[in-house]
């Protein structure tokens, strides 16, 4: 059974940069963003725009009852996922494929706990310099989507469903025969790159030099390498060089997400970072002295908003 229709949630950086592309893609009917009422006289009435183009998408509200998708795309901010598990409901159907692009390791069980874990394909989006201010998102490298199963070395009909269709539409990707450790590096690289650009109040570029930013992030990505090992997921120093090369192609004027969100005075995704990594440190006893320093600076930082978050 071939993707034909597509849904998206959540117009963060991801979701506009995929918004965009499959809608050049795909006829507009067969493109769904899926906003609510409020969020989506925001976007019509300021425009969303993507490397200096109006996007031009098709809203469909939480409420509006439509024809299941065949693959659903999760692109929320953590502290916006449980709403927007509700709100895909009626694009859910038996033939659906789900994936997120959140960061962190823990979006995919939580998606399953409601929709089954038969329906998810783990995913990491990597390898993008989007940046997003405003209403408006600027990138030079889309990066990929990667791709599989929780089990290792499995390569199921969900999968090659969803290879094809990356394919058709040419949207870069890669098949990831174990996604549960890809992911973890992933989580390693965000625990070290974004919460030290934040932190430093920088950009790449800060990063991917010798320096004390980027040792910091070197010592914060090694306390995941530690937790890993408690896990059964077992990252290596060589999954750290792979993952501080994959960080040399990024522009160095980028920024991650994180860094955005300080910079706006946006509350950030600390808890699913540093928390992460601390509250894992204490269930295995071991000392995660980088992840906390980085936690406390962060929410320092943050305890300094005067307005709460407007999302």
């Not at 592309?21 to 006289?41: G, H, M, T, V």
């Not at 025969?177 to 109040?201: C, E, I, P, Y």
């Not at 090369?245 to 920024?255: A, F, Q, Y």
Request: glycine share 8%.
């Amino acid at each position: 059974m071939t993707i034909k229709n597509v849904s998206i949630i959540g117009l963060g950086a991801l979701g506009v940069m995929y918004g965009q592309y499959l809608s050049k893609k795909l006829p507009k009917q067969n493109l769904s963003i899926i906003a609510d009422q409020q969020r989506i006289e925001n976007y019509q009435n300021q425009g969303i725009y993507c490397n200096g183009e109006r996007c031009e998408f098709h809203y469909v509200t939480p409420e509006e009852v439509v024809r299941p998708a065949d693959l659903v795309i999760f692109t929320v901010k953590f502290n916006g996922l449980r709403e927007a598990i509700e709100a895909v409901r009626h694009h859910v159907g038996e033939q659906t494929i789900l994936i997120s692009a959140l960061n962190g390791i823990s979006s995919e069980g939580i998606i399953g706990e409601t929709y089954g874990l038969d329906k998810v394909l783990y995913c990491v989006a990597q390898g993008m310099d989007a940046v997003k201010v405003g209403n408006k998102l600027s990138y030079d490298h889309m990066g990929l989507l990667c791709f599989g199963e929780r089990q290792p070395g499995v390569i199921s009909k969900k999968m090659k469903r969803l290879a094809a269709f990356f394919d058709e539409v040419e949207l870069p990707y890669e098949i990831e025969s174990d996604m549960f450790k890809r992911q973890w590096g992933k989580f390693m690289l965000n625990v070290g790159v974004n919460q030290t650009v934040a932190v430093h109040r920088g950009n790449y570029g800060d990063i991917q030099k010798e320096g004390p930013a980027r040792e910091m992030m070197i010592a914060a990505m090694r306390d995941v390498i530690a937790l890993s090992e408690q896990e059964g997921v077992n990252l290596t120093e060589e999954d750290l060089t792979y993952w501080l090369s994959v960080l040399n192609t990024l522009s160095p004027e980028g920024k991650p997400s994180m860094a955005q969100d300080v910079e706006a005075r946006r509350y950030s995704e600390v808890d699913l970072f540093s928390g992460t990594v601390i509250t894992l440190g204490e269930k295995y006893g071991l000392p995660t002295p980088i992840n906390h320093e980085l936690y406390d600076r962060i929410k320092l930082m943050e305890s300094d908003y005067e307005v709460s978050m407007n999302h």
